[in-house]
Every structure is written in structure tokens, then in C-alpha cells.
């Protein structure tokens, strides 16, 4: 039960607090600076937590571990550049706090100030036609920190995913099994790797964490990197469990977010160029940014990185990331990703699929290359990560917003309702400026 | 016991393979990329290594985790400099390769060049006058990577210590228990701060690895990041053990290297700064030097840096501590530490008490904040770790020496022979140049 209670953690899916019929701690309440997690020397007890137990993911310690993620586990890093850092420049426009938007889920308007709090923000960052507008730090993260990326890891994946088939290293209409042999008897033997990199795969696999007989403790387990009970006898990392995952319908159907789908993509990647995805990442996208500082992936007990969520990075770092990508791939006087592949993902993946799954509340949204593409008048795409982690990315408006945030509920769609208005009220407001 | 076996190698002090009988592979044959650790989607069953059982840290194993700690571990940044990094001046001498030395253990004369793959270096720096004149990666080493360092950690610890007595915020006359009331009960608690610095202590701990009651065992427990046995009672971090220490025989007699001094002095300094060690090494020497990459500390359930050998950096960054203490504290434009520590710690410790030590085959060398005094005709003095770590500071010939290696024995005895005379002979051929 330790075991998989971490993982139900470092999955980064907590059941929700008021479960218990708790009132949540506030933003300002929750503050981990205030609340003192794991400062002092030794901490206190009450304030030590840790990735054995789980108790380092639980909010509010949540909010302190979100920026100290490799305190608590192995990792490896994504190295930044040595040299040609870019440096933005920064035009600060403080009529963004002011700026006002009706919550999807509310009648009253809010402003993007008070957006802030809601959304436990640890850091929100806006850029305007590559200039800093807007930067904030809350909580405990830093200027030149990191904060787990949480699900906006996948999107790292499956951007790599896509380059690779843009190269034509990876064919998208052929399968699991032409590039990694051990899959043959697994559901993504047959998958191919559009479907994949789209999600439109058929699986046997539960994120039902309130069901113990869910896939996801199978794969949780698997990846843990701490010792495993004597009793255990299931597969040893990342890769061991997905060759044993089970189909359950047909692929090419319809969109299922399955976190499997990434960890697949990055076997499949680090197979074909013979490099982890931390490896890749910091090659071809992270150093020729001109990134500052080092990122880092969580990795299991075989040194695999967990491409489906164990990203942490600077926030900075992150919108140097962003603007490349709404500069169809050109930063920092770099073709960094080709423009065919900008201009793939932004088209768009298979919107019918997409509203038959369980995200339909997402009106009129795709998935392509594990972004989120929202098909608005302003043609935004977005990562997305749970607790409200996103890279938004809105080309009509020349925007590019990154939040790190560490929302008591790992459910976006509690986060959602005072966040995608918000960034669209802003969009409008930088349109007209 | 794994428990244990995880704690014997992370304390870097490895049985000798040879005890086994098996011939020990040399430094061509144990290089870490021909030998495949941890390569591969996944790597093969026997070249994956694990912290949970201790392979990581077995010869040959060892030559690739020395450069992936944090791949296997908790671990905290020592973040480097984010502007103003120092960039050495280059000016190779391939003539220091030919330079020779006659071994203390040998009648054979040996080259600079030769004495490489004896002590399966993985990097070797020399600066002359500040230049770089020697640099060479082996191993797993990159340029841009970082290596444990072992037991130089202790000197970074010990050094901010002696800059704390320094600017007063410490009194090297008042004993433990001064400043960590939780050290009342313990061997610490009326050791002054000067014999905890200079390890002029007497304490009953045994670091001998084949008696399974010896005292590294409880230490080396406490500080296990990883889930204990359900059926551990004992403290449950550094900390905790350190309140624990007994007495054996008088504080101030006799010099006696041992790793829990370091780890005390690590908790007094982080009690009166409010800083962990990796951040006040970060913010007083790491980032005024201009380093280049965040360096970083193991750390225990706790999150307390193994300030007695838990430290991994960077070479070249390595290198410009070496110079700017060579430089009496001054570095980069700026008086980093002050001159009257570094005359302080040039002047040495207790030769005596360290003449009575287990050390005494290092004849008339001294130890002081945490430094190994040599008192040759050169003034020489150096930080040094097992398995072959230093950092070689020779005032006369100007010359500054970091070494990484991965050494399959963890007694520097066994490497002096082939390194002490190799390094004087390049200092005497430099100071003849």
C-alpha cells in the first residue's frame, strides 16, 4: 500500500482534499514558505514530508514539493545551454491585473489578478510579441527555479514524437512493434505511431485511482524507484509494464488521455535514436533554446525517465519553449523544430474522436502530437498539466503564457473555469493594445 | 541488510575486489561506456545498477555512478553563478604528460601520462598562474557533467566553518552544545568548534565496514533516504544520529578522521546561518566564483545534505574554488573568502595529534578546517576523497590540480603512491617552466 500510495502521488492525481470535509486552505493560507515545509534544521516533524509515503503530494505540502521534486526522488537531468543564453526583454504592462473576464463557471467577472490566487499560481508568465509583459512568482517558486511541468511533459514527448516523424526516422503509419520488437504482445504492437501520438488508441488501463485493480497502480508500481515489497512480482520499470498492456477496443477511434500513450512514445523515441528523451530534449529543443537552467526528468530504477509526466523546468525556460513554437519553430536566431511541424500540430488532430471522449466539455478541441489544440477564433494551443500547469499559446495575439501553479485538485477541470477565460480576456486585451 | 549494503557504498568505502580473488579489471577494460552501464531502452539486466542494493556503487559499476549520483538519489542544487561565469584561460602544455615521478611504492620511474589509467582517472584539470595548461575527460566524465567528490566535500563544509569563525558569527572556543542544544547527550555536545574542524575529537565510532556492530552502520541507516525496514527503531536522519555520538577517550588529543565530524559542523553552521549547506555554499562561493553548473548534495529523508561526503561538481568549477583560495580568497574580481582563513588554514592544524593518527604514513601533514596540510618545501595543501578525489593546491608553483577518478579501492592509500610525487614532480616542472 506504501508503494502505491506513491504513486497514486508522484502521478500527480490526488483525490480531492474535501473529501474529507475539510475546508481547503486558501492560496495565502496554503503559502509553503509561511507553512514552513521541510525548512529549518532538522524540520519539524510535522512539517518533514516525504515521496515513501506519499505525503510530499498531498496539499498543501504539495505546494513546497512541486518546486523540490528531485529532493525526493532520483532524476536526471535536462541540460541547459552553456552558452548563447537567451535573454528576453522585458516591457512590463501592469493593466494585466486589471484586465477582466467572466469564469465559465460563475456570473461574476474577475480580474486576472484574482485569477491568481484562485488558481494557487506559484508563477505566471506572459510574453507579447517575445516580450516579458507579465512575471510573477508565488509560493515557493523562484526566478531561477523549476516547478514539475507535471502533464506538459507529454507534450515535450510527443513534440519530439512528431520531429522524429517529420525527419522520417518514424514512419506515423507504422506500428509499435516495427520499432520496438517487445511490444508484440502488447496493445500498442498494432497502435500506430499517429495513434499514439494522438491518443486515439484502444486500451485496457484505468487512471481510476479509487479502483485498486486499475492499470494505473500496475504502472505506478512499476516505475517506482524505491525498493519494492519482497511480495512483489510485477514488472520492474516503465517499460516492463508496457509490454503487457492489454487492448480494450479498437485504436483510431477515439481520443482516450492515457498517460501510457507517452511513455510508449518515448520508449519508441529512445529506441530509434538511441538517446533518452532527457537526452533529446536537452539536443534538439532545450539547449539550442538558450535555456539558463537545467531541467530535470523523474526516472524509475532502470534510469528511465518518465516522459508522461516528470518534467520540471524554469518557467523562463519554458516560454523560450513556447515562443519557438509560435514562431513555427525559429528562437533565438535558431530553426529550432521545422515550421511543417508547427503547422501540423496547430491544424490540429481528430476533432470527432476528440468530442466522443471523456474531455468533450472541451468543446470543439483536438489533440495533436499530445497538444491541446482549442480551435478558438484565435487559433490557441496549449500543454496542459495537472494542478494548472500549462504553456498557452495564442498566435493571433503574438502570446505565449506560462503558469506553474499547485492547485489543490489535480483535476483541470476545477482550474479551468477562472484560467482559459482568463487567458483569452488577456489575448483580446494585447490584440487591441 | 540491503539497507546496510546501500550505506556501505554511498559511504563511497568499498570492500577491495581483490579480496574476492578475481583479477581487477585495469582502467581500459572498466571504462564505463564500453562496459554499458545503464545504456540502452532499456539497459540489459546486468549492467543496470540500483542505490537499493548498493551495485551502483561496486567496481566497475562505480566508474559510471560517480558522474550519475542523482540518477540513484534524493538530491538538493548548489546552484551556480546565472550571470558573470568566470572563463579560464587555456594555454595546453603537452609536455606535462611526459613529465615523470618516481612512485613512493616503486622503483620504476613513471610519466605523468602513465599515472592516468593507474588511478582510472575520469578527469584531470591543472591551472597555472590561473591558465588552464592540462584538462582530459575519461570515462563518464563530460565537461559539462558533474562527479562525486566524496570526501572533498568535507573541505567545502569545513571551509565555511572557518569562514564563520572568521567573521565571528561562530567562536571556536565554545563547544557544540552552544549552538545545537540537542548535542547536549552527545560526544559533540563539549567538543569546541575548533577540534570538531579539525577532527581533534574522541569519539567512539568505528568506521570499520566488517564489523556489522561498527557505529557507520547506525549513521549510515539514519541517513538512508529510502523506505526503512518496518522493523527499524533508530533515528531516523543525520541529525537524529548525531545526538546519539559517545565519547571515546578526550576532544583535543588526536586527530581522527571521521565523517560525522563534517556532518556536525554541517548542522552548527546550518543552525546559525539558517541555510542548508547547499545553500550557503551555493550563495557565498559558488555563484561569487562564476561557476558554470549547479553542483549538488545527496540528501536523507529530511532532506539534509551528507555534508561529510555528499557533494557532485563540476571540474572546471571545481577548479576555480582551487584558484581562489590559491589566491588567498580572491577570485573573479571579488574577495570571496577572507585572507586571514586562508593563511589560517595554510598554517595547518596539530601535527602532532595528526602524527598519532591512522594518517601518520603522511609524514609531518596536518589537518585544518577540514584540508589535508602537507607542510612540504611547496606549502602544498589539498582536499581529498576516496576512491581518488582532490583538489591539489600548490602555492609555490602557482598550480592548482582537481582530480576525479574512479579508483576500484576506496583507500587513498593504495593511490597516493602513483598521485602525491606526480603531482609535486608537474608542480616542479611548472615552477622550472
Chains 1, 2 share one sequence.
Not at 163 to 180: P, R
Not at 228 to 252: A, I, M
Request: net charge neutral; charged share 20%; proline share 5%.
Amino acid at each position: 500500500m506504501r508503494t502505491m500510495r506513491f504513486f497514486l502521488l508522484i502521478m500527480s492525481v490526488v483525490l480531492p482534499q474535501h473529501i474529507s470535509g475539510q475546508k481547503i486552505l486558501d492560496s495565502n493560507q496554503s503559502d509553503p514558505n509561511a507553512m514552513e515545509w521541510m525548512q529549518g534544521f532538522p524540520p519539524s516533524e510535522e512539517r518533514t514530508v516525504s515521496a515513501i509515503d506519499g505525503s510530499f503530494f498531498q496539499f498543501p505540502a504539495l505546494r513546497y514539493s512541486v518546486c523540490h521534486m528531485r529532493q525526493f526522488m532520483p532524476t536526471t537531468e535536462v541540460k541547459a545551454s552553456t552558452d548563447r543564453h537567451y535573454k528576453f526583454k522585458v516591457k512590463l504592462d501592469s493593466n494585466i491585473d486589471r484586465v477582466t473576464f467572466l469564469p465559465t463557471n460563475s456570473s461574476d467577472m474577475m480580474t486576472f489578478k484574482e485569477a491568481l490566487g484562485v488558481n494557487y499560481t506559484d508563477g505566471l508568465l506572459i510574453l507579447h510579441k517575445g516580450k516579458i509583459v507579465y512575471e510573477k512568482y508565488f509560493g515557493a517558486l523562484q526566478p531561477d527555479g523549476v516547478h514539475a511541468a507535471m502533464s506538459v511533459s507529454k507534450t515535450f514527448t510527443g513534440t519530439l514524437g512528431g520531429l522524429l516523424v517529420e525527419e522520417g526516422l518514424l514512419d506515423e503509419n507504422k506500428t509499435g512493434v516495427d520499432y520496438v520488437p517487445e511490444l508484440k504482445d502488447s496493445a500498442f504492437g498494432d497502435a500506430t505511431i499517429r495513434q499514439i501520438l494522438d491518443m486515439i488508441t484502444g486500451l485496457k488501463y484505468s487512471e481510476d485511482y479509487s479502483d485498486p485493480k486499475a492499470e494505473i497502480w500496475a504502472f505506478s508500481a512499476a516505475g517506482n524507484p524505491f525498493p519494492k515489497p519482497s511480495s512483489y512480482n510485477g514488472p520492474n520499470n516503465y517499460y516492463d509494464y508496457l509490454k503487457t498492456v492489454e487492448k480494450d477496443g479498437n485504436h483510431g477511434e477515439a481520443f482516450g488521455y492515457k498517460t501510457i500513450n507517452t511513455d510508449v512514445m518515448g520508449w519508441i523515441i529512445s529506441r530509434v535514436t538511441g538517446k533518452s528523451i532527457p537526452e533529446l530534449l536537452s539536443e534538439r529543443i532545450w539547449k539550442p533554446l538558450g535555456t539558463h537552467h537545467d531541467g530535470y526528468f523523474q526516472v524509475d530504477g532502470a534510469g528511465i525517465a518518465f516522459a508522461g509526466g516528470g518534467f520540471s523546468a524554469n518557467m523562463r525556460d519554458m516560454a523560450m519553449f513556447g515562443e519557438m513554437v509560435r514562431n513555427m519553430g525559429k528562437f533565438n536566431k535558431k530553426q529550432i523544430l521545422p515550421e511543417a511541424l508547427i503547422r501540423d500540430i496547430m491544424k490540429g488532430g481528430d476533432k470527432e474522436a476528440f468530442s466522443q471522449s471523456a474531455y468533450g466539455s472541451l468543446k470543439g478541441w483536438s489533440y495533436r502530437d499530445m497538444w491541446w489544440i482549442t480551435h478558438n477564433e484565435h487559433g490557441a494551443f496549449a500543454a496542459r498539466g495537472v494542478h494548472g500547469q500549462t504553456i498557452y499559446i495564442d498566435p493571433k495575439a503574438e502570446m505565449v503564457l506560462v503558469r506553474f501553479s499547485s492547485h489543490p485538485e489535480a483535476k483541470n477541470a476545477k482550474i479551468d473555469p477562472t484560467s482559459l477565460p482568463a487567458y483569452h480576456a488577456v489575448a483580446n486585451y494585447l490584440l487591441n493594445k
